[in-house]
T-cell receptor, first 115, second 114 residues
Framework: AQSVTQLDSQVPVFEEAPVELRCNYSSSVSVYLFWYVQYPNQGLQLLLKYLSGSTLVKGINGFEAEFNKSQTSFHLRKPSVHISDTAEYFCAVSDHPSGTYKYIFGTGTRLKVLA | KAGVTQTPRYLIKTRGQQVTLSCSPISGHRSVSWYQQTPGQGLQFLFEYFSETQRNKGNFPGRFSGRQFSNSRSEMNVSTLELGDSALYLC?????????????FGPGTRLLVL
């Protein structure tokens, strides 16, 4: 079964600084990866996804992620963060053994943007 | 286009009671999945419904059940509530089933069991 590891539970960063949130997944023949953001008291909102093709994926709100098959990573980056980016970020992989489909989520990374 | 809606948004119940949560998917979406989110366990998959049939089930006891109606709306039921069932329950819909299908999440129902 697939698994997802988000090594950093919390990441503090100053406003306008760059940030990288790390995500590693267990290896699989085919992999579909997602990043979601959750603001306080809200559901999850899709930031970006990798299905195939270019390994650099651009998402909403200035975020991007790079799929690295050799390192089984899908790290999320933003060159300059804003206070409004303070939220929890989840990496997920689409698991589909034997025709079943579900997301496996990482444990999340709390991004705290400091003024 | 309206997003995924979940009702109620907040619930307080006592141990031993049962609860029913409702989810209306995005129009045209036929797959509905449910997740439980807690601080300790994170996001855990409960079950998935497609065309009124449960297609996949997570590792939860039989007290957790669900169903899907012909209009794709879904309900989940938890019987004999326990304190540990306190969580945010998230519903997600997608157009179809398949690897890479994007799931769109609702705001969740926050359940507190006293």
């Amino acid at each position: 079964a697939q698994s997802v590891t988000q090594l950093d539970s919390q990441v503090p960063v100053f406003e306008e600084a760059p940030v990288e949130l790390r995500c590693n997944y267990s290896s699989s023949v085919s992999v579909y990866l997602f990043w979601y953001v959750q603001y306080p008291n809200q559901g999850l909102q899709l930031l970006l996804k990798y299905l195939s093709g270019s390994t650099l994926v651009k998402g909403i709100n200035g975020f991007e992620a790079e799929f690295n098959k050799s390192q089984t990573s899908f790290h999320l980056r933003k060159p300059s963060v804003h206070i409004s980016d303070t939220a929890e970020y989840f990496c997920a992989v689409s698991d589909h053994p034997s025709g079943t489909y579900k997301y496996i989520f990482g444990t999340g990374t709390r991004l705290k943007v400091l003024a | 286009k309206a997003g995924v809606t979940q009702t109620p948004r907040y619930l307080i119940k006592t141990r031993g009671q049962q609860v029913t949560l409702s989810c209306s998917p995005i129009s045209g979406h036929r797959s509905v999945s449910w997740y439980q989110q807690t601080p300790g366990q994170g996001l855990q998959f409960l079950f998935e419904y497609f065309s009124e049939t449960q297609r996949n089930k997570g590792n939860f006891p039989g007290r957790f059940s669900g169903r899907q109606f012909s209009n794709s709306r879904s309900e989940m039921n938890v019987s004999t509530l326990e304190l540990g069932d306190s969580a945010l329950y998230l519903c997600a819909s997608s157009k179809s089933r398949g690897p890479g299908e994007t799931q769109y999440f609702g705001p969740g129902t926050r359940l507190l069991v006293l």
